[in-house]
């Protein structure tokens, strides 16, 4: 089996989203919110809520029987995790080809141009 290019699936990253957004949250909460787009089994949110807590990206409580769920870490250090796997294995480490790749295959607008001008910037 082929391990994932990225640690994490789609609708794990959408829960991960969610949880992140709401600070505590239940699998009945997250669902709601799913479903405001999609179709998706409350058996499914809770399974992979529980592979999400396995993994170490939620912790959980039991308040009453209902488990609660919180972040176990804040969302921008599991993106940077996550993209300094992606530049490992995509770029071979290399940031610099990351942005490169992105500049070349993205329409940036003018806004995000000045953005990443700007964040240049303050790293001199």
């Known amino acids: 089996m082929k391990k994932s290019l990225i640690p994490l699936g789609e609708t794990e990253m ?22 405001e787009d999609r179709k998706v089994a409350y058996t499914t949110i809770m399974t992979i809520m529980k592979n999400l807590s396995d993994k170490g990206l939620l912790d959980k409580e039991l308040q009453g029987n209902t488990y609660v769920y919180r972040p176990a870490q804040p969302a921008g250090e599991v993106q940077q995790n996550l993209v300094r796997q992606f530049v490992d294995k995509v770029f071979k480490g290399s940031p610099a080809a990351l942005v490169q790749s992105l500049v070349k295959a993205e329409k940036l607008s003018p ?10 910037g303050k790293m001199k």
């Open 14 to 35: 959408e829960i991960l989203h969610h949880v992140w957004k709401l600070e505590k949250a239940t699998v009945a909460q997250v669902q709601e919110r799913i479903l």
């Open 111 to 120: 806004e995000d141009r000045e953005e990443i001008e700007r964040l240049i």
